[in-house]
């Protein structure tokens, strides 16, 4: 069988995804990359020597090799690539397709009425909704934007992005959380979508409330320099430790350290990729339920906590209540580990796909029943924290 996964770049959030299908068909499996990554992604540390994978071919050096490798392809996964005509190229053909997508409309359904917009997304997607052609949903609210312009009927499932997954024995993961002062994590770019200021905001909540713990904060951008300037400011000092951009590996090590993984993200943001990071750390996660991958990944207190509509005082509850009750709390951050290790993961995802596939060759499609490649439920945006708490997604 030969898979072909196009994509604007490789980075560390689809390496493992694709070593996964390499260890399994060889020569067979390449990721066309259709553009360089832009210097601002690399400074972040997300810079990939392509050179050093085998299965990586670069679209801007040789197009027709990789036009080629994609029409000959069996089965072909399509992200975002700044290359639809490639895409409708495959889809033209009738051969067995993935469209890897986020949500349509990360800034309100109500965009949906476009004319212009609809037409466009006839264009990609609705016409070939009786053809073989499947959508991976990159994140639990895509399902309901495709489902509401009638795209990919019965043939949208669960998906999202699989970073390296560690492996520990129990002595291992236990000696990572040490005693003392519990450690909280928050990684990212310091932008308004992603909500740092919340961070110093509960510092400063738990300080007054006599609470021992550290902050330690990864990652840069325009809000960074104001940040630091408040955490002065509210006499938090010794409370924070900011690293800067780091290398995703690093990022991984503090983590391992932590005992509570912060996600404040609100609702532009897709996926999240960080969640999967600090689960698979044995962190307990805190996270807006707005994100995409909170749905998929959180079941709201078993494996870790989920707050509504970007909501700061949810948020804060929820934190307050992990400090008043950790000793009762805290196996969420093991729960949250077993899920990311028997589930969601680059590689039980490969061998979803590869089965997936076979079995849609062999015209007996079955759908797995929980993680990746299980159907994926349209459920309204301003449903969704509900159906969470109630345990239905």
């Excluded at 996964?5 to 990359?33: K, M, T």
């Excluded at 995409?292 to 959180?298: D, N, Q, S, T, V």
Aim: charged share 25%; aromatic share 12%.
């Amino acid at each position: 069988m030969k898979v072909t996964f196009v994509s604007n770049y490789i980075n560390h959030h689809q390496i493992p995804f694709s070593n996964a299908l390499y260890e399994r068909l060889g020569a067979d499996y390449c990721f066309v990359q259709t553009m360089p990554m832009e210097e601002e992604r690399k400074a972040m540390g997300w810079g990939v020597d392509v050179g050093k994978l085998p299965y990586v071919r670069c679209l801007y050096e040789d197009e027709y090799g990789c036009r080629k490798a994609i029409a000959e392809s069996d089965v072909a996964l399509f992200g975002w690539s700044g290359r639809e005509d490639i895409a409708q190229e495959r889809l033209r053909s009738g051969k067995i397709t993935f469209r890897v997508s986020e949500r349509l409309y990360r800034e309100g359904q109500w965009k949906a009425v476009s004319p212009r917009g609809l037409m466009a997304k006839y264009k990609e997607h609705l016409r070939y909704r009786n053809r073989e052609a499947y959508l991976l949903c990159a994140g639990a609210y895509t399902a309901s934007d495709f489902h509401l312009i009638g795209a990919y009927p019965g043939k949208m499932f669960r998906w999202g992005y699989f970073p390296e997954t560690r492996r520990y024995s129990e002595e291992q993961f236990a000696s990572m959380k040490k005693e003392g002062p519990l450690q909280i994590v928050w990684a990212g770019r310091f932008i308004p979508l992603k909500h740092p200021e919340y961070v110093v905001k509960l510092a400063g909540c738990l300080q007054k409330r006599g609470y021992d713990f550290r902050v330690h904060m990864l990652g840069s951008g325009k809000l960074e320099a104001e940040i630091r300037e408040q955490v002065i400011q509210d006499g938090l000092s010794e409370r924070f430790v900011f690293y800067g951009y780091q290398q995703p590996d690093k990022v991984r090590d503090v983590m391992e350290q932590c005992h509570i993984h912060l996600f404040t993200s609100n609702y532009l943001e897709g996926w999240g990729a960080v969640v999967n990071e600090g689960m698979n750390s044995g962190c307990v996660e805190v996270v807006n339920a707005q994100v995409g991958a909170a749905p998929y990944l959180i079941r709201h207190g078993e494996n870790g906590l989920v707050y509504p509509n970007d909501s700061y005082p949810a948020m804060e509850a929820l934190v307050l209540d992990l400090f008043e009750h950790w000793e009762e709390r805290k196996g969420m951050g093991y729960a949250a580990y077993q899920t990311i290790i028997r589930e969601w993961n680059a590689e039980h995802a490969a061998e979803e796909l590869l089965r997936f596939v076979k079995d849609l060759t062999e015209g007996k499609a079955a759908p797995a029943v929980k993680g990746p490649l299980s159907p994926a439920p349209a459920i309204a945006p301003r449903k969704m924290y509900g159906a969470m708490v109630r345990g239905e997604i």
